[in-house]
Nanobody
Framework: QVQLQESGGGSLQAGGSLTLSCVVS????????AAWFRQAPGKEREGVAFMFTGGGGTYYADSVKGRFTMSEDNAKNALYLQMNSLKPEDTAMYYC?????????????????????WGQGTQVTVAA
């Protein structure tokens, strides 16, 4: 059974930094698609970053490129999202997600419904 647990959210001022963590229990496959999504009130869930674990490259939404960095630690079965230069528009619930194949098809890479496993989310609030 695959389980994901996020942590690290919080409230901070614009321009600050925060690192989110996601512990993955029971991988979907030895290598898998891992992603961070976020959802602000009244908005659809949107992809922030994804990777194919084990060195498959990391990809970012244009809105966070150059400010956010996604990484993995295989020894700890953990995923991270380092967020720098945070803006009020980054305020959202942040979710980590996993799936065996979702990111392998270009059409599915940013589609939440293609990811089978989700954490419960961690709130990030950025004040102006």
């Amino acid at each position: 059974q695959v389980q994901l647990q996020e942590s690290g959210g919080g409230s901070l001022q614009a321009g600050g930094s925060l690192t989110l963590s996601c512990v993955v229990s029971g991988r979907p496959s030895p290598r898998y698609c891992a992603a961070w999504f976020r959802q602000a009130p009244g908005k659809e869930r949107e992809g922030v970053a994804f990777m194919f674990t084990g060195g498959g490259g990391t990809y970012y939404a244009d809105s966070v490129k150059g400010r956010f960095t996604m990484s993995e630690d295989n020894a700890k079965n953990a995923l991270y999202l380092q967020m720098n230069s945070l803006k009020p528009e980054d305020t959202a619930m942040y979710y980590c997600a996993a799936d065996s194949v979702a990111c392998l098809e270009r059409a599915n890479q940013w589609t939440p419904s293609m990811y089978n496993y989700w954490g419960q989310g961690t709130q990030v609030t950025v004040a102006a």
